[in-house]
């Protein structure tokens, strides 16, 4: 017997394999067992009456259940907001004047040291629990605001409590490469041997982060910087992910992929050279189109040039309070078909299959497929599509974690 089934319902199942678009599966149903999708199909073809196949029966009412949303880059644990930075640009401040008074990354930096365990993890909560209203189960949090050892341990710790405490997945992603702490302002290489020579070991042994990122710009690290704390990751057994092609050529993807890394991220200024890199190499390009919109960027990623390699496209909403103050995944999607002409199938593949796979997590979660984690939005809509289409209408009427209702209150 299964421990439940959902019978009137059609799936997406956004399996790679699928011939139709979504992979759908109309009037279907998906069986759940310990967790796990222990069956899916045309509910036709079901094995005998549901009654007699599982131990609770709920019909989805001809609703949509697509698998749950991935979000494979934020920055969602941070001390403070940058609000009133926001309102003072808009009134005519100056990046110098704002970063003068204390402002920029720096002063979230200033915050998030400032701030008790239980503070951030209050405060993080507040966007994780928005973001689980939209159908996320999988999230990925990067550290990146303590920027020294007592401060960046604290983040992932933070991190690591929230997986404790609520249904949710989360990967850790250590990001001591952000950017250069104030304090190390004239001397970059002291604070590359603390992040190389002591926080990656530590982070590494204590398990507390799963991939090692590093911002790759000419405002944050250089390409050579990235290379050695990339090489520092592989040393300690830790995978690896890139902040890369933001808002200019740093090469970043091309050195990410020759690291086997997971993901290279942003990549509005990507180049042909930077796609062969990437290309077979079983990196994701993850495009974060709330930075884009947030910053007015115009520069749009190379799309066409993505698909054509055949380099998998995950979106994430880059949660962060600098450039994409966004807990919303739906939105997100929005913003990638709007600026960046994804498909809306495109999209949804780009917060479910891609985003897992990004995460390193293809073979757990991320599509409606036997065997994976019964990790399942149920969505009120008449197409797909909807997901992408509205913009602040939220169709999620149910959200399933291992098999688990998960509360969206
Ligand atoms: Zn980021």
């Known amino acids: 017997m299964w421990d439940s089934l959902w019978v009137d319902a059609n799936l997406a199942t956004m399996a790679t394999e699928a011939q139709k678009p979504y992979g759908t599966i109309a009037q279907g149903a998906i069986a759940i067992k310990n967790g796990l999708i222990a069956w899916i199909g045309p509910q036709s073809d079901l094995p005998d009456i549901p009654e007699n196949l ?80 939209e159908g996320i189960a999988t999230v990925e949090i990067k550290s990146g605001y303590g920027l020294d050892y007592d401060n960046e341990i604290k983040m992932l710790q933070v991190s690591k409590i929230l997986e404790q405490t609520h249904p949710v997945r989360i990967k850790r ?42 911002f790759c710009e000419n405002i944050a690290f250089t390409y050579q910087e990235a290379k050695r704390v990339f090489e520092t990751a592989k040393t300690n057994g830790l995978k690896t992910k890139i902040h890369a092609e933001q808002l200019s050529d740093s090469n970043g993807t091309k050195l990410a992929a020759s690291y086997g890394s997971l993901s290279a991220d942003h990549l509005e200024h990507l180049t042909p050279e930077g796609i062969g890199a990437m290309a077979n190499s079983g990196m994701i390009a993850v495009l974060l189109p709330g930075a884009f919109y947030f910053l007015r960027e115009t520069k749009i990623p190379p799309i066409e040039a993505l698909r054509k390699a055949k380099i998998p496209i995950a979106l994430a909403t880059d949660c962060n309070p600098g450039s994409s103050p966004i807990t919303s995944p739906l939105f997100v999607l929005n913003m990638a078909c709007t600026l960046f002409k994804i498909t809306p199938e495109e999209a949804l593949a780009g917060m479910t299959r891609n985003g897992a796979a990004a995460l390193g997590l293809a073979d757990k979660t991320g599509a409606l497929e036997v065997g994976k984690s019964a990790d399942l939005a149920i969505w009120d809509i008449d ?20 098999g688990k209702d998960v509360s969206l209150s």
Not at 54 to 80: R, Y
């Open 173 to 214: 992603t250590f990001l001591g490469a952000h950017t250069i702490p104030p304090e190390y302002k004239h001397d970059r290489n002291s604070y590359l041997d603390l992040v190389c020579n002591e926080m990656i070991p530590a982070i590494a042994k204590e398990q507390l982060a799963d991939a090692v990122d590093v």
């Open 383 to 402: 197409h797909p599509s909807e997901l992408s289409y509205w913009i602040g209408v939220n169709p999620l009427k149910h959200l399933l974690f291992e």
């Open 54 to 133: 599982a131990h609770t029966i709920f019909s989805a009412k001809n609703a949509w259940i697509t698998p749950a949303l991935v979000d494979c880059h934020t920055h969602l644990v941070f001390g403070g907001n940058r609000a009133v930075e926001f309102e003072k640009r808009l009134e005519g401040a100056t990046y110098e004047e704002i970063a003068q008074a204390g402002g920029g990354i720096l002063s979230t930096v200033k915050a998030t040291r400032a701030a008790s365990m239980e503070e951030l993890i209050k405060s993080a909560e507040q966007r994780l629990k928005a973001m689980q209203r």
